[in-house]
């Protein structure tokens, strides 16, 4: 059977490349934090700390405006941009690295029973991509950030909508004078003539023609003009 990406990565992470048992599974429990079912009469559980609300707040707000993250993030549809986003970004993969298991046999890695409730999820996952976020603390109601929520430090993420500056923004810089056409200079020829002249030095022409005139420069430009008229 092929699963979606969460499903996959689900399996993978808890079952590895184990064969899925013919051991059934009951009582199927998905909350935050934890996964629980009972499997051929034994207690099986599956449990990791669940995403920070700040981050899936800020993920949450992120996602807005972008149809198939939003669907994604309401656990519509599993999504391998989501995934990876959550990994990438925030350091909160949507399947952790760290997932503590528990059977009342004896729970060790190789256990039927886990392998058994590890495809039971992902074919949920694969039915209603919502399990998986449910278990990851990744819902709606944990998305509203509250006032008590807010980043002690600033290595947490935070929604941009967020921030408040306060303060005024200082003066611009002067613009540093720079010659009419200066840029086309830099550049070179366009190699693309127009009327028997290349494209740059008709631009040029036209930066020149259009650039604001100093009145300084015109006075004294004036000033020669009737220097040798005078004399």
């Known amino acids: ?12 992470a808890v079952a590895g490349d184990g064969e899925r048992p013919t051991l059934e599974v009951g009582a199927l429990r998905v909350g935050e934090g934890t ?4 499997v051929d009469g034994c207690d099986v559980s599956l449990a990791a700390e669940p995403v920070s609300r700040r981050v899936w707040a800020a993920m949450w707000r992120f996602a807005r405006g972008n149809a198939p993250l939003e669907a ?3 656990g519509r549809e599993q999504s391998e941009h989501l995934d990876h986003l959550m990994h990438e970004d925030w350091d909160a993969p949507l399947v952790p690295a760290r997932i503590r298991r528990s059977c009342s046999c004896d729970g060790t890695a190789g256990c039927a029973h886990l392998v058994a409730l590890a495809h039971a999820v992902a074919d949920e996952i694969d039915r209603d991509p919502s399990v998986l976020l449910r278990w990851r603390g990744c819902t709606p109601e944990r998305a509203e950030l509250s006032p008590a929520d807010e980043p002690e430090d600033e290595s947490v993420p935070v929604p941009a909508e967020g921030w408040l500056a306060t303060g005024d923004l200082p003066a611009p810089r002067p613009l540093r004078p720079l010659p009419a056409g200066a840029v086309l200079k830099r550049l070179g020829p366009a ?3 127009t009327g028997g002249l290349d494209l740059a030095e008709v631009l040029e022409r036209a930066y020149v023609a259009l650039a604001p005139v100093d009145e300084s420069s015109q006075v004294a430009s004036e000033t020669d003009d009737d220097g040798p008229d005078a004399a």
Do not use: K, P
């Open 191 to 193: 190699g693309v003539r």
């Open 35 to 38: 996964i629980a079912a009972s």
């Open 1 to 12: 059977m092929t699963h979606g990406t969460w499903a996959s990565e689900f399996l993978q």
């Open 72 to 74: 994604a993030a309401r």
